[in-house]
């Protein structure tokens, strides 16, 4: 079993910046799909970011773009996502997402990021206006 682990969310003002990392276990054959999703209660998950594990291209939903970075560490299991100009819409708990399914990390199937197959616990980010 994937064991997803993030770490990084906080309280930050308008305008500030965060840096989110995910750990994960193992990757399923040695590679996968890895990015961030994020969900408000009561509202649907929202795909934030994904880099695809064939040509380390990443991907953005157009309500982040040019403000948060994703990138994988040196150890290939290590995802961050820095997080610039925070604005209050923002705030989320944001989840670690993992899959096996190459070709998942794409401009066509980023809409399913938020239903990978694995995800961690989650890390609050709280954005104050």
């Known amino acids: 079993e994937v064991q997803l682990v993030e770490s990084g969310g906080g309280l930050v003002q308008a305008g500030g910046s965060l840096r989110l990392s995910c750990t994960a276990s193992e990757f399923p054959f040695g590679v996968a799909e890895i990015g961030w999703f994020r969900q408000v209660p009561g509202k649907e998950r929202e795909g934030v970011s994904c880099?695809?594990?064939?040509?380390?291209?990443?991907y953005y939903a157009d309500s982040v773009k040019g403000r948060f970075t994703i990138s994988r560490g040196n150890a290939k299991n290590t995802v961050y996502l820095q997080m610039n100009n925070l604005k209050p819409e923002d705030t989320a708990v944001y989840y670690c997402?993992?899959?096996?399914?190459?070709?998942?990390?794409?401009?066509?199937?980023?809409?399913?990021?938020?239903?990978?197959?694995?995800r961690g616990q989650g890390t609050q980010v709280t954005v104050s206006s």
């Open positions: 997402a993992l899959d096996g399914r190459l070709g998942y990390c794409s401009s066509t199937y980023f809409y399913l990021l938020p239903n990978y197959l694995y």
């Open positions: 880099i695809s594990s064939s040509d380390g291209s990443s």
